[in-house]
């Protein structure tokens, strides 16, 4: 794993050890600068002892501060340094003092603690000293003429600075070895990087975009000399370029590297390969850099265009099958009418009597017929919507009456079959803009199923209800129920659900063509069942109106 590259604060805090023992020798030379006074016979005033207190003070906080080894804690010793070189400058005149060399101790300490802001602030502490001490003579009169301890002072001074630029010396060069580091650890990650990292220049000879390095290995088709010498346009096959400029163009005006831009392109000298590029923009001060990636794509591209073509092949065939089907209305319907008509005749012996075989044989005829009939019909209708081809007749109409002509239909299969067929309708006209045959095929379907899967003394109730400006058609039983894996297949063309006996009771088609014409209308199908308890199914449609008073 990599190393985290450290900050700039990271950097500085492992100097921490030497700008505390450069506090340490500040402190020990201003004592033994006092002491060394006293021994010479030449004790100092009182001003000038108290001065010199104050500027050994901050030496010693620096012992205590700097084992945080934290910006606060810095920035506050030059604040402590400040105040302590404003505070002796009172006390001894400044520049013109006995102490005058203390004048630009907080230089000497910014340049030891590091860092622009705190250099430019001790700048201003001396400058201020010194205006101090001018403030100081002006108004309590000139200080005492400068003697040995002020030269003392100022060799301290100067040694401290001297200390300090060596410091700051040593965490410049740590800087820039860390620096180093953390571009040898991005080489190494972009060079580490599937296919081709390139950085563009995104200024000046910008229409080109040169690189200025590269990394990892380059695709076959696009030689990193050329890269270098005529630009990454120069690689582009013609017609792809635009897109190129596109992409690159968006991650050059992007905002830092939160905007990229990709593009694909045939190279120049390959034109059967496809590149993919990845721009992202770098920061890099005033000057504008693009991380580019090129990686070869050619084989995932043909890919796509193989399930590209084989996904329109398939459509094509699909619309075909449904505008056959579509077609296939009249020539189907016009002889299966003749024959359940004829066949109706025969049974009810209209012309006549028949032998009982022939009646049973008219009988049979006429129930398969009719529903060969009903399949027919539900394909086609399910090919017309697949076709696009089923139109909408949007008529306003009490939507009780499409439900009750449906529950007429049903009733009979639903008699036969021991099943009690129920309904909840409301009291008033639900007035609704639809389609009336869309809204009759879609109750009679939910009916149908419903009264097909419940065994006999099991219940089907029909609701219609106005909820939320929506008409809401609900059908629930007390049948066999479907299994959780099965309900999110059904709404399907021809997917069914439940054991092999259950699916020989139907096509697959009914519930299909109530999605395709609930949706038709913008509504929906909602289905929820429990095995062995029941099933409901709703159905929504946006298209009620205010009920009539």
């Known amino acids: 794993m990599l190393d ?11 100097d921490g050890a030497a700008v505390a023992a450069w506090h340490a020798a500040w402190a020990a030379a201003v004592g033994l600068a006092a002491l060394g006074a006293a021994w010479a016979g030449r004790p100092p005033a009182a001003p000038e002892a108290l001065a010199l207190a104050v500027m050994a003070a901050p030496g010693l906080a620096g012992l205590g501060l700097l084992a945080r080894e934290t910006p606060a804690a810095r920035s506050a010793l030059i604040t402590l340094w400040s105040l302590a070189a404003l505070a002796a400058a009172a006390l001894t005149g400044g520049a013109a003092g006995p102490l005058a060399g203390f004048v630009f101790a907080p230089l000497a300490a910014g340049l030891a603690l590091g860092g622009r802001r705190r250099v430019f602030i001790s700048a201003l502490a001396a400058t201020g000293a010194a205006g101090v001490g001018l403030l100081s003579a002006a108004l309590i009169g000139p200080p005492p003429a400068p003697g040995a301890l002020a030269a003392l002072t100022a060799l301290i001074t100067a040694g401290a600075t001297a200390l300090a630029l060596a410091i700051g010396a040593r965490r410049a060069g ?9 571009v040898a650890r991005v080489e190494a990650v972009l060079s580490g990087q599937p296919g081709l990292t390139l950085v563009l220049d995104a200024d000046g000879r910008a229409p080109t975009y040169p690189a200025l390095a590269a990394y990892g290995a380059a695709p076959a088709a696009l030689p990193v000399d050329l890269l270098f010498q005529e630009g990454l346009l120069a690689a582009v096959h013609d017609p792809d370029r635009p897109a190129v400029l596109a992409a690159l163009a968006r991650a050059r005006l992007g905002n ?11 190279p120049r000298l390959a034109l059967d390969r496809r590149i993919l590029l990845v721009a992202r923009r770098l920061e890099d001060g005033a000057r504008r850099r693009l991380i580019v990636q090129a990686l070869d794509v050619t084989l995932q591209h043909a890919r796509e265009a193989e399930l590209d073509a084989a996904r329109a092949e398939a459509e094509a065939r699909n619309v075909g099958k449904s505008r056959f089907l579509a077609h296939m209305s009249h020539e189907l319907r016009t002889p299966l009418n003749a024959i359940i008509g004829f066949s ?14 022939y009646a049973d044989y008219a009988r049979s005829i006429h129930e398969a017929g009719g529903h060969l009939l009903a399949l027919i019909n539900d394909v086609l209708d399910v090919s017309r919507i697949e076709a696009d081809r089923y139109e909408l007749v949007l008529e306003s109409f009490d939507a009780r009456e499409a439900v009750s ?15 009690e067929l129920a309904a909840v309708l409301p009291p008033e006209p639900l007035i609704v803009e639809a389609d009336r045959r869309a809204l009759k ?47 999110a297949r059904l ?35 909602a289905i ?3 095995l062995g308890v029941g099933t409901a199914a709703s159905v929504r449609l946006p298209l009620v109106a205010a009920p009539s008073s």
């Open 4 to 14: 985290p590259i450290r900050r700039p604060e990271a950097v500085d805090a492992g």
């Open 174 to 182: 740590a800087r820039l070895e860390a620096a180093e580091a953390a």
């Open 256 to 266: 830092g590297g939160g905007t990229e831009g990709q593009a694909r392109f045939a």
């Open 344 to 357: 109706d005749a025969m049974r009810q012996q209209m012309f006549g009597p028949v032998p009982p075989r």
């Open 405 to 419: 002509a449906a529950l007429a239909l049903v009733r009979i299969q639903a008699d036969d079959k021991g099943v």
């Open 441 to 487: 095929q879609i109750t009679l379907n939910l009916l149908a199923n419903a009264v097909k899967f419940t065994p006999a003394g099991g219940t089907v109730t029909v609701s219609v209800q106005a909820t939320d400006g929506e008409l809401e058609v609900t059908v629930a039983d007390t049948g066999v129920g479907i299994a959780p894996a099965d309900l």
């Open 491 to 525: 709404g399907r063309p021809y997917e069914q659900a439940g054991d092999a006996d259950q699916r020989a009771q139907g096509t697959g088609l009914g519930l299909a063509l109530v999605r395709a014409l609930a949706q038709l209308h913008g509504g929906t199908l």
């Open 528 to 530: 929820d069942s429990t």
